[in-house]
Nanobody
């Protein structure tokens, strides 16, 4: 299993970025894909998830600004980020979970994930 993030960069506040997570070795029907972010000295924070059946959920601070989607044919998951704020600056990771939770909120814990990408830096300047 491999997950590779791309699309990070530096943007001014209010700008947009689209992060991509290219996957291999797994089937979207068997896993949930989550996006997390982390700043130095803080715990990795779950911000969005798309479950094996395509349900999506967002952490409150990004709800209405970020959109997660997946392309089954390309084995790729994307995170469209609009209205970026300086507080969104972090290293962003995509991850795959083999757990099948009935409650989506459990997918917002990094302990629920089995595979991780290497991360991509997002920097938002105010």
């Amino acid at each position: 299993v491999q997950l590779v993030e791309s699309g990070g960069g530096s943007v001014p506040a209010g700008g947009s970025l689209t992060l991509s997570c290219a996957t291999s070795g797994l089937s979207f029907s068997d896993v949930a894909i989550g996006w997390f972010r982390q700043v130095p000295g803080k715990e990795r924070e779950g911000i969005s998830v798309i479950t094996s059946n395509g349900a999506t959920e967002y952490e409150d601070s990004v709800k209405g600004r970020f959109t997660i989607s997946r392309d089954l044919a390309k084995h790729m998951v994307s995170l469209q980020m609009n209205g970026l704020k300086s507080a969104d600056s972090a290293v962003y990771f995509c991850s795959a979970s083999l757990f099948m939770f009935d409650t989506v909120k459990y997918y917002f814990s990094h302990f629920s994930y089995d595979y991780w990408g290497q991360g991509t830096q997002v920097t938002v300047s105010s």
